[in-house]
């Protein structure tokens, strides 16, 4: 199948769904459909979108604390993906019931390892819902594959880095967390504040009201206008890179961005550090 826009409303999924082509190559282990169920509450456990397989967040990410948020190990990721069936020519696409940040993060996980055959769908579960779609219980099996993937470590920076680009004044940071955690009111780590020279553009302001994408061009304007310059070296991050995998997202996806990168450590690693700089 051809390849699919990096984001794709429910409506576009089914009647995607719905074709004979798509259908007899979907799901895992096949080289067309994908559809991956990153949902985390307990009632979507048992009703999901057709032909979808399960992933539960918790393997997208190293967990041990505080810095939750680094990738696993790349072996753990290979074997993620192999089990859900992953080939070159799959296409993913991936949703959630957490405003799609787990299921960007899936996404910049997939660009780390070298695969950008990726697509949101806009407004997750929800919309899916809401739109009256069919929903079924229970996922398909997966079939293994045998793909062999890489990191790319272009898409990935710690804090040596960010710390020397600091010291050369050669980079702009996109904190996306909440505004109190960026003045340092709310405390999530030993110190509070932000990484200094960032720039604050909280994550749900990409989303509407009801979770979906808001309008590509305001959302431009509204980055152009804090600073956030396509053209610049750009870093997001926000506690765990969760909700900064939404920025990322939207920036290098949608909005051209092609210098932005991830800072998986994120405020886990920076504020529980003692030599960091931090502002407030």
């Known amino acids: 199948m051809k390849d699919l826009p990096a984001i794709i409303s429910p409506e576009e999924l089914n009647a995607l769904i719905a074709d004979p082509l798509a259908v007899e190559t979907t799901g895992a282990g096949h080289d067309g459909l994908l559809i991956i169920d990153l949902c985390q509450k307990p009632e979507y456990q048992s009703r999901c979108i057709a032909s979808a397989v399960r992933v539960d967040s918790a393997e997208l990410v190293h967990g041990e604390k505080p810095v939750t948020g680094l990738l696993p190990p790349k072996e753990q990721l290979q074997s993620l993906f192999r089990r859900l069936g992953l080939t070159h020519e799959s296409q993913i696409v991936v949703y959630d019931d957490a405003k799609g940040t787990w299921a960007c993060r899936l ?7 070298g695969f950008e055959k990726t697509t949101l769908l806009n407004g ?15 996922y398909k099996e997966p079939v293994p594959s045998q793909i062999n993937l890489s990191i790319d ?3 990935v920076v710690d804090k040596a880095y960010i710390l020397n680009a600091l010291n050369h004044n050669r980079l702009t940071v996109w904190d996306a967390r909440s505004a109190d955690e960026f003045n340092g009111t709310k405390a ?7 990484i200094p020279g960032a720039l604050h553009y909280e994550w749900t302001r990409l989303l509407d009201d009801k979770g979906k ?6 959302l431009q304007s509204e980055l152009y206008s804090l600073g956030l310059d396509p053209s610049v070296e750009l870093i997001t991050h926000c506690q765990t890179h969760r909700r900064s995998s939404l920025t990322y997202f939207v920036a290098k996806k949608l909005l051209g ?7 998986p450590g994120s405020w886990a690693e920076w504020g529980n550090a003692d030599e960091t700089p931090i502002a407030s």
Request: no cysteine; glycine share 8%; aromatic share 8%.
């Open 107 to 113: 996404i910049w996980t997939l660009d780390v390892l």
């Open 124 to 138: 997750g579960i929800d919309a899916w819902v809401e739109a009256g779609l069919p929903l079924k219980k229970g």
């Open 153 to 155: 470590t272009d898409q």
């Open 188 to 194: 999530l780590a030993k110190r509070s504040g932000h």
């Open 213 to 218: 994408v808001r309008d590509l061009s305001t």
């Open 257 to 263: 961005y092609d210098k932005i990168k991830a800072y």
